[in-house]
């Protein structure tokens, strides 16, 4: 079925991958530039939780260093070694109260596992893509087969009915409906190739695909295959669609304002500043040396206003939580009923039906060319035969496609 596209594209000249379902979910893992660059990023703020745990530096000072100074006896006078002038220096550290530095740690931390479920929802988002246009290039791909072996034998029988119409044998009627049809299945042709080079495009670009000329020849084993059971548990599904990406990132985003609560409640309280003086020639003794604390004294600015803000973008987070989660189990109901559906009536499909029809469209063929039927009982068969080869398609590229979205919708 296949050999028709692979001379096809081995004309054309260009590149052919063979490309299964499992090897294209690899190749997204390892290529696919949107999680690279996520990726990245987590690295990145990773680095900024170790920078979270870092110490305030200390700092010291040298205020003042007299290279003037008069010196009196019993001092060396000004070019004389060793020379004694002024110096005031100061050592001070920071000591940051109300655990200041692991909030701030948790808070970094936060950050991190937010990106990590915005990298599991990128993934749950590409991966979806990545099937959508998998399947729709298998659907594309035996539709064409379908189509190009409608055609060929039906370019044969107009072209013998347009001869038998020019010597007046057969009814032209006849002739031109036999054409029309032809043409109806070479527009088919032309809209499952477009819709073939669409896939093809959403390959490449999730793929990164090398050369970018490259064809991708998708495997179609198993797209026919009946459904041996029905879909996995509802009630398992639903619980587990707490892990999904977007619900996953909702909930980090709520962790992430918790943290960040934390935080602006630990900056109300102010930092102590503790330090040693030195002055040399400065005061009444030659060598003077000195402790000193400071801090601010939070008498107006408690950081009021941050928090208030903090508490309300804590209470949204919150909302928007509860809202994908119940997005989510919805999405997760709706897909498992379709499937659902979709497998009771592909249960009822004979598996040989279009191999049956293939057949019969040879001997009603036969049969019209030898005058054992009529004209309208082939056309109306060959219709026939045209509707239930698109709808068995679509039926069971439907029946994945909904596997799909069932997938995309528990986050598996």
Request: with cysteine.
């Amino acid at each position: 079925m296949w050999r028709c596209l692979l001379t096809g594209w081995m004309l054309w000249g260009q590149d052919t991958l063979y490309l299964t379902l499992k090897d294209a979910e690899k190749q997204l893992l390892q290529k696919n530039l949107l999680l690279i660059a996520q990726q990245l990023q987590i690295e990145s703020d990773r680095a900024l939780v170790w920078q979270a745990r870092l110490w305030p530096n200390p700092q010291l000072s040298l205020t003042e260093m007299d290279v003037f100074t008069q010196a009196e006896a019993p001092l060396p006078p000004f070019l004389a070694y060793p020379r004694i002038n002024q110096v005031v220096a100061s050592f001070s550290q920071v000591i940051l109260t109300a655990r200041k530095r692991l909030k701030g740690i948790a808070l970094a931390e936060a950050v991190v596992a937010s990106q990590e479920a915005a990298f599991a929802e990128l993934l749950r988002q590409l991966r979806y893509a990545l099937h959508t246009a998998f399947y729709g290039l298998q659907r594309d791909r035996i539709l064409l087969d379908i189509l190009r072996q409608q055609a060929s034998p039906l370019r044969q029988l107009a072209d013998r009915y347009r001869t038998l119409s020019a010597q007046g044998l057969v009814p032209l009627a006849e002739y031109l409906r036999l054409e029309n049809l032809y043409f109806q299945i070479q527009s088919e042709l032309h809209a499952a190739r477009q819709r073939w080079e669409e896939g093809q495009h959403t390959l490449r670009t999730l793929l990164r695909s090398e050369p970018l000329t490259a064809i991708f020849w998708v495997d179609t084993v198993g797209f026919f295959q009946l459904p041996g059971s029905l879909p996995p548990n509802l009630d398992t599904l639903l619980v587990g669609v707490q892990w999904r990406g977007d619900v996953r990132l909702a909930a980090a985003e709520r962790h992430l304002q918790e943290a960040n609560l934390a935080v602006v409640r630990a900056a109300a309280y102010p930092d102590l500043l503790v330090g040693a003086n030195f002055d040399r020639l400065g005061g009444y003794r030659l060598n003077q040396w000195g402790l000193g604390v400071s801090l601010t004294l939070p008498l107006f600015n408690r950081n009021q206003g941050r928090v208030q803000a903090v508490r309300y973008a804590l209470e949204a987070a919150q909302a928007r939580y509860e809202q994908a989660l119940r997005q989510a189990q919805s999405e997760v109901l709706q897909a498992w009923r379709q499937l659902q559906a979709l497998y009771n009536q592909a249960r009822e499909m004979p598996p040989d039906l279009l191999s049956q029809y293939q057949r019969a469209e040879n001997t009603y063929r036969e049969n019209l060319l030898a005058g054992r039927i009529g004209f309208l009982t082939y056309v109306d068969f060959f219709q026939s035969y045209r509707e239930l080869a698109k709808n068995l398609v679509q039926t069971f590229y439907l029946m994945r496609q909904t596997e799909n979205e069932l997938r995309h919708a528990a986050g598996l």
